[in-house]
């Protein structure tokens, strides 16, 4: 079963968004759990949730999965910023798993010169006060590419913020093949290497997703620059590794290459040509 899908527009509301992922002949997507460069979020309407709903259900979506807006930054040491970090965390796990979302994933954060220490101790404690352990949503941490100041460039990091958690149940992590690659794990010519790694450190029944981006800069380089499928340094077949490994079976995949629907439409129809999927429903 290939769960697969790209990051979709919600700004024409979460049925419209829906109708779209069958359009491209997706079964998931990835969207955004609020406005990416603010604060702002619609509220959906009764009758747009049950539409919604409903057309998930008839085409048998895999796992949803919403991303927090990249203004938020639990890791920070400024009181505003942390403040307004810890609202939104907190709303966003609340109004995702009203919606039945199955994950949220978030980019931990910049320590911004406090250390990755001190980081880890906000994050730890903005998650402390956004997790109830009642929800159904799961919170993922995402792998970030570590430029700057970024904290979950290392396994070890994300290890560290889970164990501070009093709920860790609630809480997975989410990989992006860019980031990793970028952070400086050899996908390319170690992936067996990687995932042995990250299944020693968190253990790999944590990992919920995957995003799958090839990337623009060079193995290690700690920037963050999505590619086209095949059009980066990581290459289609390293990818494509990614999506055949057993141990990954069955995770949900979600597209954030830079193309609008038409544009992951045909690159999920060639990965499906690719992984030998049939074409479409
Ligand atoms: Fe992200
Ligand atoms: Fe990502
Ligand atoms: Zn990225």
Redesign the pocket.
């Known amino acids: 079963m290939l769960i697969i899908g790209a990051h979709m527009s919600v700004a024409k509301g979460i049925a419209k968004a829906a109708e779209d992922v069958v359009k491209i002949n997706a079964n998931t997507m990835q969207f955004f759990s609020r406005n990416p460069r603010g604060s702002t979020f619609k509220t959906y309407t009764g009758e747009e949730i049950a539409k919604f709903q409903r057309i998930r259900k008839e085409h048998e979506f895999g796992p949803l999965l919403a ?1 927090a807006p990249y203004t938020l930054n639990l890791a920070s040491n400024n009181e505003k910023t942390y403040e307004f970090a810890c609202m939104v965390i907190k709303e966003d796990i609340a109004r995702m798993d009203a919606l039945g979302i199955e994950y949220l ?1 978030f980019h931990p954060g910049s320590h911004t010169g406090i250390g990755t220490e001190a980081g880890i101790a906000n994050i730890v404690g903005g998650l402390n006060q956004a997790i109830t352990g009642n929800e159904n949503i799961m919170v993922l941490l ?1 792998t970030m590419s570590g430029k700057g100041s970024e904290i979950g460039v290392t396994f070890e990091e994300l290890r560290a913020i889970r164990d501070g958690l009093e709920h860790p149940e609630r809480v997975g992590v ?1 990989l ?1 093949s ?2 990793v690659f970028s952070a400086g794990y050899d996908i390319v010519n170690d992936l067996d290497g990687v995932l042995d790694e990250f299944d020693r450190v968190l253990g790999l029944d944590l990992l919920k997703a995957i ?1 799958m ?1 090839d990337s623009m800069m060079p193995f290690g380089a700690h920037k963050d620059r ?1 590619a086209t499928i095949g059009d980066g340094e990581i290459g289609m077949e390293a990818l494509l590794n990614v999506m055949r490994h057993p141990k990954l079976q069955g995770i949900p995949i ?1 597209l ?1 290459t830079p193309l609008e629907d038409e544009g992951h439409k045909a690159e999920i129809q060639m990965l499906k040509e690719k992984l030998n999927f049939p074409q479409s429903k």
Request: aromatic share 8%; charged share 25%; hydrophobic share 10%.
């Open positions: 991303h994933v995402e989410c992006d860019c980031h995003h981006n999505h979600y954030e």
